[in-house]
């Protein structure tokens, strides 16, 4: 089997995702990397670390050396000083992330993997953006679904970035079961578990405690999950949030559907927040980004933790692979 083929976009070029990238480029993987990004603000990265920048630019036509990754060059429109992000690099940062996204639907690339974003830059800059899953979505015509995930438990979201306030009305029976099907699709197919058990925690306190805090587990969430289990899918829940991730319970899971973003994503991150990934449900190619911010303070320092984009590297490339053999079994 070929090696999988990875696009690596660093994201905010004022932030810390280009040095994060000079440092993944060091090692050496089980895939080609090819970077969507400027050169520039890679070499000021590079030399603010003191590494080598073993980069071809396929853009340019160089050949790229067996030892080396690949650049397909999106210049800034200014230079970057790390630390401040520049509006006027907004349309290069989208650019690099359509880009990449575009060759994966191509079929140029088997997966993308992504850094940081600062989204008031962005806006700032004159494109209305809510979030790379959400414009990744749009580009690919698709309903998706967030998940992150690390080596302790993986946790997909019926709801992302919404206030506490509005959560309760977005969980209908027609988006739950969206995102279940996504869910078990994804872990059947991208992750190779052929009869994946996903645990389902209810909305409210004590899962509602039989309707005396809360409704929505018997109106709603309840009558799903036996209609889905009447299809042969393994659901456990509506569960109790507060017990469902105690390490003999979870062992049996391979993945938790959280209803609400600081319902599951706190207990991931106390596990193991540094190698902690952000996963996109339901593309056609798999996309895997780092769980953690910009972190502008650290910014040309060198003092970023590359934890997070080695391990997003590691996970797409394994995600990669197991698309190409299910590729493969289906042309058998």
Not at 130 to 151: H, I, K, P
Not at 206 to 226: F, Q, R
């Amino acid at each position: 089997m070929p090696r999988p083929r990875l696009a690596l976009v660093p994201g905010e070029p004022a932030g810390v995702g280009p040095e994060l990238c000079v440092r993944a480029l060091q090692l050496s993987w089980d895939a080609d990397l090819t970077v969507f990004g400027d050169r520039d603000t890679l070499i000021q990265a590079a030399t603010a670390l003191q590494l080598p920048l073993p980069l071809a630019d396929v853009s340019a036509g160089d050949q790229p050396d067996p030892r080396s990754a690949r650049l397909f060059e999106v210049r800034n429109n200014v230079k970057v000083t790390f630390g401040t992000p520049d509006p006027a690099n907004a349309h290069a940062v989208i650019g690099a992330l359509l880009g990449a996204a575009s060759g994966c639907l191509a079929g140029n690339f088997d997966g993308i993997v992504t850094g940081p974003v600062h989204k008031a830059a962005i806006n700032a800059g004159g494109i209305a953006y809510s979030g790379t899953t959400e414009l990744l979505a749009d580009q690919a015509g698709r309903r998706v679904v967030m998940m992150l995930a690390n080596d302790i438990v993986r946790v997909a979201l019926a709801t992302t970035h919404l206030p506490l306030r509005d959560v309760a009305d977005a969980i209908t029976s027609e988006s739950l079961e969206h995102t279940l099907r996504v869910t078990h699709a994804a872990m059947r197919d991208e992750f190779g578990i052929a009869d994946p058990c996903i645990a389902v925690l209810g909305l409210n306190p004590h899962a509602g405690e039989d309707g005396v805090l809360g409704m929505e587990e018997i109106h709603t969430i309840s009558p799903l999950l036996e209609r889905l289990r009447g299809e042969g899918m393994q659901l456990v829940g509506p569960l109790p949030a507060d017990t469902a991730f105690l390490p003999r319970k979870l062992s049996g899971f391979d993945a938790v559907l959280a209803m609400y973003h600081d319902q599951g994503l706190p207990v991931l991150k106390y596990s193991g927040f540094e190698q902690a990934v952000n996963i996109t449900l339901g593309l056609p190619y798999p996309r895997v980004a780092v769980d953690h911010g910009t972190a502008l303070d650290l910014a040309g320092t060198g003092k970023a933790d590359p934890s997070s984009l080695f391990a997003a590297i590691q996970t797409c490339s394994r995600l990669a692979r197991q698309q190409m053999r299910q590729r493969d079994a289906e042309a058998t």
